[in-house]
């Protein structure tokens, strides 16, 4: 790091804890405004986005202008060490009146990661509230470092078709992430986290960077739960060394799309 402390001691604590946490840090206006512009951009060249982008940086890399902030590194450099990569970007805009629902899942789930580790980054866009849709977590659900079951869902009008068994927690223990516009949530990959449908007047877009320490694999021919394909298939994320080196010495950082 170049000397500054992003996050206090007791925000540390909280992130390895409870999995989570929401620093007292807010984006600036103008970079908000640079997003916003660069997400209409997309949206009009790619309507089909206009709900759910899984891959941003395969569009548009100018969103790599926002991963390459220094004070989100230097935050995600505080819990998850000094050498990381940063392997996708997603946008979830869930629009006034129509957003889906995502139900509760943990995020390597899906990713082909060995072993599993990501820091997620999620920036506030717009207002993130309980009526339009917010991020609710299970605090302290990633301690166990362990994916629990999930299901296959039938059911209609959601972002994601694997659902956590409900006997795997319990859903009144679920906490709001309330957040502003330009502030920000970090949360571990192990993390059970859902969200509302957005059944408000006002959108809740929110953009999410993640970030794997270099000590772990992104294993590009190992695809898990997905039938996309060419920029959307996990198979074909480029990655992006953001700092240190690659520890591993196997990631593969070759341009894809």
Request: aromatic fraction near 10%; charge should be negative.
């Amino acid at each position: 790091m170049d000397g500054r402390r992003m996050l206090t001691r007791e925000e540390i604590d909280q992130y390895h804890r409870d999995g989570y946490v929401t620093p007292k840090f807010r984006l600036d206006q103008d970079i908000l405004e640079d997003i916003r512009e660069a997400h209409a951009r997309l949206v009009h060249r790619h309507p089909q986005f206009s709900d759910y982008c899984s891959a941003l940086l395969a569009y548009d890399p100018w969103f790599l202008t926002v991963a390459r902030r220094s004070e989100i590194l230097d935050m995600v450099e505080q819990v998850i060490g000094s050498n990381f990569a940063l392997w996708n970007s997603s946008f979830f805009a869930k629009p006034a009146k129509v957003g889906s629902r995502t139900p509760w899942h943990q995020d390597g789930e899906y990713w082909p990661i060995e072993p599993l580790a990501t820091c997620t980054v999620w920036i506030a866009i717009d207002s993130s509230t309980a009526e339009n849709g917010c991020l609710r977590v299970i605090p302290g659900s990633h301690r166990t470092k362990q994916l629990a079951k999930h299901n296959q869902s039938a059911a209609s009008n959601i972002a994601l078709d694997l659902e956590l068994d409900s006997q795997a927690f319990d859903e009144a223990e679920a906490v709001d992430i309330i957040l502003e516009p330009g502030e920000i949530s970090l949360h571990n990959v192990y993390l059970f986290h859902g969200s509302e449908p957005n059944h408000s007047d006002f959108s809740r877009r929110g953009m999410t960077l993640r970030y794997m320490p270099t000590s772990s694999v992104y294993r590009h021919d190992q695809e898990k739960n997905s039938t996309q394909d060419g920029p959307l298939s996990l198979a074909n994320r480029t990655i992006y060394l953001m700092r240190g080196v690659d520890q591993s010495s196997q990631n593969d950082f070759r341009v894809r799309y």
